[in-house]
């Protein structure tokens, strides 16, 4: 028999969203039909997984991913720890239950000590996950103010020699063997979000600046001329020349890295929300337009976690790349004004839906989705569930409720 899925996938085909055979409620229904179907499995795997962290060791509650048989959890100072409770707010948005709010808010205060984190770039990533998404969907006095003193950590990173925030630090770790003065990784575009909000709650002019600083100077040195661009610029902090371009987590320094290309379409989407400058809108169009066209981008959508990996197709998938970039599509395609920019999104987390990347509920550790890979050049999580992976991908299914509902996309 043909799941919900399936039949949502074959209306796709057929031309539903894209020629317009299907009528305009048929098409909500089936996109209500996969919403609720994903809902019904996440609400399963995440209670497991809200469990599993209660038992945790109380230094380690946050669930990262689910290898060798195991739980793995991280502290609140790993770059991941924001995703999880930005996926329990989702379940809440999408659930409209007390409950998940209620899960949200103590996975979000497990984070407080974040906001005064200033020795890497994440500090965006986790706030803006978990306060961030708290300020959406369930306020408390005392989250703007963590939200502007995290934006303040991750300004004191600014270097206005090189008008960017450095990444990394390269005084410790593999980042200190090197030879980086000033490393900036195209995820950080992804950090700018806090950085913007910031500025807007507090008033803080300088935090909208260096958000645009660093989005004006990543436009200029990071991308090729097809779209794609690299993992990692070095730059020296004093001058602002670049002195390096080239990669940590892709296959080679000249590769397209999957997560980079899709930290950039997300990122410079984001930046053409706060600042309506259509240059980010181009590159955001630009760089989807070099995944979406890729003579090796597989027929679900889903990426191989290096487009240049010589190993494709035998090489891994990563599904967490399809989740950012089907998030990032359903707001790019109301800038854009382009319905097939939303139906390729609608592919994607119809692909992610499927038996081949959705656990089944019940398995897979409490992750929603299986077949992500972290980096595959420092032999960790490669071909594993993550939790940024399920975190997109509730994040895709409240933006396309949004648009089935005619509401904004990022209520
Ligand atoms: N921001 C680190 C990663 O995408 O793996």
């Known amino acids: ?48 997984l809200y469990r599993a962290s209660e038992s945790s060791d109380a230094a380690l509650l946050i669930p990262s991913t689910f290898r060798d048989g195991e739980v793995r959890f991280v502290p609140v100072d790993d770059w991941v720890s924001g995703f999880f409770a930005g996926s329990l707010w989702y379940m809440h948005r999408l659930t409209g239950e007390p409950e998940w709010a209620e899960r949200a808010r103590r996975h979000t205060l497990l984070l407080d000590s974040v906001q005064y984190l200033s020795w890497h770039h994440d500090v965006g990533f986790m706030i803006n996950t978990s306060y961030g998404n708290a300020l959406r969907y369930g306020p408390e006095a005392g989250d703007t103010a963590v939200i502007v003193t995290a934006a303040r950590s991750l300004a004191s990173r600014f270097r206005p020699g090189a008008g960017v925030i450095q990444s990394w630090n390269v005084d410790r770790g593999w980042q200190s063997e090197r030879g980086w003065l000033c490393p900036v990784i195209i995820d950080n575009m992804m950090n700018l979000e806090l950085l913007f909000k910031a500025a807007e709650l507090s008033g803080d002019e300088q935090l909208r600046e260096i958000a645009v600083r660093h989005a004006d100077r990543t436009l200029e040195e990071h991308f090729r001329a097809d779209g794609s661009c690299y993992h990692v610029v070095d730059y020296d902090p004093l001058t602002g020349e670049v002195r390096r371009r080239c990669t940590a987590q892709g296959y080679s320094d000249e590769s397209a890295w999957s997560r980079g290309q899709a930290w950039a379409i997300y990122g410079y989407t984001l930046c053409y929300r706060y600042t309506g400058d259509e240059r980010y809108l181009e590159q955001a169009l630009k760089t989807w337009r070099f995944m979406a066209d890729h003579p090796r981008l597989a027929a679900d959508g889903v990426p191989y976690w290096d487009m240049d990996d010589p190993a494709i197709p035998e090489a891994c998938r990563d599904a967490s790349s399809a989740a950012i970039i089907a998030s990032a599509l359903y707001e790019l395609s109301t800038y854009a004004g382009d319905r097939s920019i939303e139906a390729a999104a609608d592919v994607l987390v119809c692909s992610l839906s499927s038996d081949a990347y959705r656990a089944q509920a019940g398995e897979n550790g409490g992750f929603l989705l299986m077949h992500s890979v972290g980096s595959i050049p420092h032999g960790s999580n490669i071909d594993v569930p993550l939790n940024y992976a399920d975190y997109y991908l509730l994040e895709a299914l409240v933006r396309k409720r949004n648009l089935v509902n005619g509401d904004p996309v990022l209520l």
């Open 1 to 48: 028999m043909m799941n919900t899925t399936m039949k949502f996938l074959l209306a796709l085909i057929l031309g539903g969203a894209v020629t317009g055979s299907c009528t305009p409620a048929a098409q909500r229904c089936d996109a209500c039909r996969l919403i609720d179907e994903n809902v019904a499995v996440a609400t399963v795997q995440l209670s497991q």
